[in-house]
């Protein structure tokens, strides 16, 4: 077969992102070629095009997707032509310390699609298949892409440990604070009340079942928690990144609460913790990485329509209109935009 081009977004170098035409890969042992059909822009995709996150560049990024298997390589039995995937873009080493005491996501080595390899925003990829998970075709390709962020949620909703009757606060109504919104609910919790400065993105977690939104710029957002809750809250998850607004969560959590770090802040930033209130008051505060093993249950609250996907994929775009797309997120009139090669 002769070589043949595709089209691709490219991050040549720090700060640059070009629509280009590269060399359509071909499979490899233990590998598919995938078509991509969706594949969603992260909040990390911006921070590898300007340099805040470590990246392998030259780089096609994309981490969030899914496809249809176009081509599979020497000793893949488990997949045929035709199969539609969504993918895991974290390879993990496998015999690392972290990697050998269970702790895989943690992995010293941790190569992913998207990051370190060509990811998602081209019309091809080569996926291994470890990282490829068979889906039902009736699931939208579009809603398998956020197969990924799902299972990052779902591991930030155990290890926050919500039990029913629980009174959840979300800072932050993007992509991820909706999903989390999404999860907690279905966790028990008797009430969320989502935080964020956009007025568009507090009407639309309104409609997702927050009990009550807030907009934690306009002042005394955690004295009206506080008003309503004097307790405050048991659980509550910062999704904003924000060191502001995570300075305004520890105002929330209540005695024996949980303050959960989902969100990626500034390395650079740092908080003022109080020791003594974080020990008389017994408060778990901590973070949440990856998707360990979460992937199978992310992909099926998605097949079932458990998890509200539409509500989440706000654009779908073609690839010829991805830079404009990637300057679109975080804007107010959209959540996850995902670029459909
Ligand atoms: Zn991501
Ligand atoms: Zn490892």
């Known amino acids: 077969m002769s070589a043949q081009n595709m089209l691709a977004l490219q991050i040549p170098e720090i700060g640059k992102l070009d ?4 060399k359509k890969p071909e499979a490899r042992p233990h590998t598919l070629l995938l078509r991509v059909a969706a594949s969603g822009i992260c909040g990390t995709d911006p921070h590898i095009l300007h340099g805040l996150y470590p990246a392998n560049l030259p780089l096609i990024p994309g981490h969030e997707y899914s496809g249809v298997v176009e081509a599979v390589g020497d000793g893949v039995d488990s997949f ?8 895991d873009p974290n390879i993990l080493c496998g015999v690392c310390e972290f990697c050998r005491r269970g702790k895989v996501h943690l992995c ?3 190569t992913a699609l998207g990051v370190n ?3 998602g925003f081209a019309e091809y990829c080569v996926v291994p298949v470890s990282q490829a998970f068979k889906i ?3 699931l939208p390709l579009a809603h398998a892409a956020l197969a990924e962020p799902v299972a990052c949620c779902l591991r930030g909703v155990d290890l926050a440990g919500i039990t029913s009757g629980d009174r959840v606060v979300i800072f932050g109504a993007g992509p991820m604070g909706a999903i989390i919104l999404q999860l907690a609910r279905m966790q028990g919790a008797s009430h969320v009340i989502v935080l964020d400065p956009q007025k568009r993105r507090r009407e639309r977690a309104e409609a997702l079942g927050a009990a009550w939104t ?3 710029v306009a002042g005394g957002a955690a004295q009206a928690i506080r008003d309503q809750y004097p307790d405050g809250a048991e659980v509550v ?6 060191v502001a607004a995570v300075r305004e969560a520890l105002g929330v959590v209540g005695r ?3 303050l959960m770090l989902y969100g990626v802040c500034h390395k650079d930033q740092n908080l003022e913790i109080n020791p003594f209130w974080v020990n008389d008051n017994e408060i778990t505060i901590r973070g949440s990485y990856n998707n360990p093993n979460t992937m199978a249950r992310a992909l099926d609250l998605l097949a079932s329509g458990r998890l509200d996907a539409g509500a989440v994929v706000t654009d779908r775009v073609p690839l010829s209109q991805g830079i404009e797309a990637f300057r679109s997120t975080g804007s107010e009139n959209c959540l996850k935009v995902v670029i459909e090669p």
Request: a negative charge.
């Open 19 to 22: 629509l280009v035409q590269a």
């Open 80 to 87: 045929a032509v035709g199969d539609h995937v969504a993918v």
């Open 108 to 110: 010293k080595n941790l």
């Open 117 to 119: 390899i060509p990811g």
């Open 136 to 138: 039902p075709k009736s």
């Open 214 to 216: 807030l907009d934690p």
């Open 237 to 242: 998850f910062d999704c904003s990144g924000n």
């Open 256 to 258: 024996g609460g949980t």
